[in-house]
Structures are given as C-alpha cells and as structure tokens.
C-alpha cells in the first residue's frame, strides 16, 4: 500500500475505542499451535509467552485464539475480582484527571470562554472527590480481605 492510498484511507476512518470481556489463561506459543490456537511457526522466530484467550461471540458460541504477552498485556487487565475492577476505575480516573490538569496548562485551555474554564474546573473538582471516594472503598474492602483471610 503506498503513502497516498493511507493518507486516503485514514481520512474516512474515525477512531473506535471498544471493550471485550474475556477469558484468557498464561500459555506458551508452542502450545498454543499444537492446540489449534495460534499460527505455526513458518519464521522460526524464537517461541514467545502468551495467553491462551477465549471469546463470546454474540450468538454464545466460544472462539479460542492466542495472543503474545507483551500485546496481550498491553490490551487487558485482570477483572476477576471486583477489587481487580476498582483498580481499574481507579487507574483510568487518575489518567483522565492527569490529562485534565495538564490541559488545565495548555494555550488552547487559555483561548476557552471563562464559562468552559470554570467547568472543566469543576469537572476535575468532582473527579478529585470521585477518585478519594473509590480509594477509600478500596481501602475498605482491602480490609476486609485481609479480615476474612486471617478468620479463616
């Protein structure tokens, strides 16, 4: 494909973010091949770590495949739990916040009406309290893991 049909190409395309809920175990490429999951190895490039990842399809039929570590990891985080979820919300609070605030610096956020510059303040005030609110529920059900263990 050259230059001018991508430049062509990324001018229709509109940036898609999703989210898919999987399964996925740790599992080695040469594994993976043996079990139908990933590709053979027709390079001969050294065997990788990866995962073994399932997914649903709409109809509830299951598709299985195999995904290298570092893109796997780079795709996903652990849901299990919903503490593992927290952290989650946490962790993209923080980044949505960090991005606020470093805009809070930007020229383009000094040309905004003083209406926009006092929303987007208060917007980052809310999630300020938002994201004391969610560590303290951590906090707590941290606390009460470490409870019920030691009960046991």
């Known amino acids: 494909m050259n ?11 509109k940036k898609y973010i999703g989210t898919k809920e999987i ?17 053979p190895n027709t390079d001969n490039h050294e065997w ?3 995962y073994h990842v399932q997914y649903t399809n709409p109809d509830g ?14 795709s996903y985080q652990v849901a299990d739990t919903f503490l593992d979820r927290m952290y989650m919300e946490l962790k993209e609070l923080e980044d949505k916040m960090d991005k606020l605030y470093a805009f809070f610096d930007s020229v383009t956020f000094n040309k905004l009406p003083i209406f926009e510059t006092s929303l987007l303040d ?9 994201y004391y609110i969610l560590a303290a529920r951590i906090r707590v059900a941290e606390g009460k893991n ?3 263990a030691k009960s046991e």
Do not use: L
């Open 3 to 13: 230059q001018s049909t991508t430049n062509q190409n990324s001018i229709k395309m």
């Open 23 to 39: 399964m996925a175990e740790p599992m080695n490429e040469c594994i993976a091949i043996k079990k139908g999951f990933a590709r």
């Open 48 to 50: 990788r770590s990866g």
């Open 61 to 74: 039929s299951t598709y299985d495949s195999w995904s290298p570590k570092d893109v796997f990891e780079r």
């Open 122 to 130: 208060a917007q980052y005030q809310v999630m300020k309290s938002y």
């Open 146 to 148: 470490h409870k019920s």
